[in-house]
């Protein structure tokens, strides 16, 4: 549904993928859409209808098999009233006289009112046409009703174009030309709340009997800044004051609500968990289909959240900038400001479920046997081509003043899908989607002591090979060691040095340890 918001009287003409400052239209004014036939009307004006709010209200007007349209509507679509009436007499004199019969049978208020009109009748119009366009508009302005023509016929574009000539009474004229797999949507101009667009032409595919936009060629005018929306929680208790054209949103509702009213802006959303991320690019993806290039989109990290994978499935969901969790606040306002003056042209995922579901992060976390770490290490693998990263195994031998036990219990582990296992004196942690740049950095993160202060060596695995080779190693361990979870230890700073290595540990440590076939990195 695509009627604004509740009691916004804001229709579009229902193309699935067309920015609204196409489509949309704005009460109190009056458009023209012209197209080859009567059936292509029927099919739009059910289209346009079925678009609409439930709790929105319209008329249809045209011939007789205006009946078709509403047989085409489903149960769960279109407005909560419909009246429609078909003409009586000849269709000219019925038009002529258009918005004194609605007044006389309905008084209609903040209505959507669309009109079929044959081309035959807009040419036999021609001398009126003038005090007819202007009639119209004055009506809608007095009702704060939509007045939405479609022309059909074969001469309908060329009939439409000469009402350009009356462009101070229409706010805006389009085109719907056939060709073998869709049609051409062809904008000469549209004024609605979100600006004046013109010069722009889409290609449009029949998709499940619905119009979907696949392309868009447009004179590019240069971008207004506009305000700046900012959800508060991103501020971190700084003043709104401190900068003009600012604005304050409580939450993501009510910044995509103004991203829907405004001609242009930058909306900054704040990302406080892992489990937003997927409803967050979705967001994001919506704006950016219905809004395009006139509006910029932030995300603030304001906990650690994104791994590498999912802070570039934003950038393709619409996200024109992404502040990590550790940028200070000066440092966020600066990039806000350098923002302004960039260009948005980055294109938009194609698939976007498809996209999501790569990036969907396991429900496993924290400590878990060596068994389950395994089997779920196989799995990702499986599932992944060798090509692509799954993430990196970190095997770290502690200190010589801890036990594995202990020093598990130092880890914070805070995101899904990161596990840790002991084996035989040896902790191993698998960081899902890390990069290798960054693996110092969360290091550092999931340990509450200094990393060298407890940590005398780790080994990092990050392709597939190495990862898997080390999985196939800690699967050869006695199975009665591999479904065991460590036992978590209070007071871990207050036990002695750690025993001397069993003869089997110190075995295990070797394997671990010893020099890979393949270079890895070890960090002492």
């Not at 690019?281 to 289909?289: E, F, P, S």
Request: aromatic share 6%; net charge neutral.
């Amino acid at each position: 549904m695509n009627n604004g918001h509740a009691g916004v009287l804001a229709p579009t003409l229902g193309i699935v993928g067309c920015l609204k400052e196409y489509q949309q239209m704005s009460a109190g004014l009056f458009y023209a859409l012209s197209m080859d036939s009567l059936a292509t009307a029927l099919r739009v004006a059910t289209q346009v209808l079925a678009d609409l709010d439930t709790d929105s209200r319209a008329v249809l007007m045209g011939c007789k098999s205006i009946s078709a349209v509403v047989a085409g509507l489903a149960d769960h679509q279109g407005p909560a009233e419909l009246r429609s009436y078909s003409w009586r007499g000849t269709e000219a004199s019925a038009v002529l006289h258009l918005t004194e019969q609605l007044d006389r049978t309905l008084t209609p208020r903040k209505r959507l009112i669309l009109c079929l009109l044959s081309v035959e009748t807009l040419i036999r119009l021609e001398k009126n046409i003038q005090v007819v366009l202007k009639g119209w508009r004055d009506w809608c302005e007095n009702n704060g009703c939509i007045l939405l023509v479609l022309v059909y016929g074969k001469q309908a574009a060329q009939a439409c174009q000469t009402l350009a000539f009356g462009h101070r009474f229409i706010s805006g004229i389009a085109h719907l030309k056939g060709q073998p797999n869709g049609f051409i949507y062809q904008l000469d101009y549209w004024i609605n709340s979100l600006g004046v667009q013109s010069a722009a032409e889409l290609e449009l595919h029949d998709k499940n009997r619905q119009l979907v936009a696949i392309a868009t060629t447009r004179n590019e005018a240069q971008l207004a800044p506009g305000e700046v929306f900012l959800q508060r929680s991103v501020l971190e208790g700084a003043p709104i004051f401190m900068a003009e054209k600012w604005r304050i949103a409580e939450d993501w509702q009510a910044l995509v609500h103004s991203a829907s009213e405004v001609a242009s802006g930058t909306f900054v959303f704040a990302l406080h968990a892992n489990n937003e991320i997927e409803a967050l690019a979705r967001t994001l993806y919506g704006i950016r289909r219905q809004r395009g290039a006139s509006v910029r989109l932030v995300v603030r990290e304001m906990q650690q959240a994104l791994r590498g994978q999912e802070e570039e499935l934003l950038l393709q969901c619409g996200a024109d900038l992404i502040v990590l969790v550790d940028t200070h606040l000066s440092r966020f306002f600066s990039k806000l400001e350098a923002l302004q003056k960039q260009k948005t042209n980055r294109p938009l995922i194609e698939n976007l479920e498809s996209a999501l579901a790569q990036i969907r992060t396991p429900k496993i976390q924290g400590v878990i046997s060596v068994f389950e770490l395994t089997t779920y290490i196989d799995q990702l693998l499986a599932h992944t081509m060798n090509s692509k990263a799954i993430g990196v195994l970190i095997s770290l031998r502690p200190s010589s003043s801890l036990t594995a036990e202990q020093f598990i219990a130092l880890l914070r582990i805070v995101r899904k899908g990161d596990v840790a296992c002991v084996a035989e004196g040896v902790v191993y942690v698998f960081l899902l989607n890390c990069q290798m740049d960054f693996v110092d950095i969360i290091l550092r993160k999931l340990f509450s002591l200094p990393l060298k202060d407890i940590v005398s060596a780790y080994v990092v695995h990050s392709d597939h090979a190495s990862i898997e080779d080390q999985v196939r190693r800690l699967q050869l361990l006695p199975v009665e060691r591999l479904a065991v979870v460590p036992k978590q230890i209070d007071n871990v700073l207050s036990s002695a040095d750690r025993a001397a290595p069993s003869g089997q540990q110190a075995q295990v440590e070797s394997i671990v340890f010893k020099p890979r076939l393949k270079p890895v990195s070890l960090h002492g």
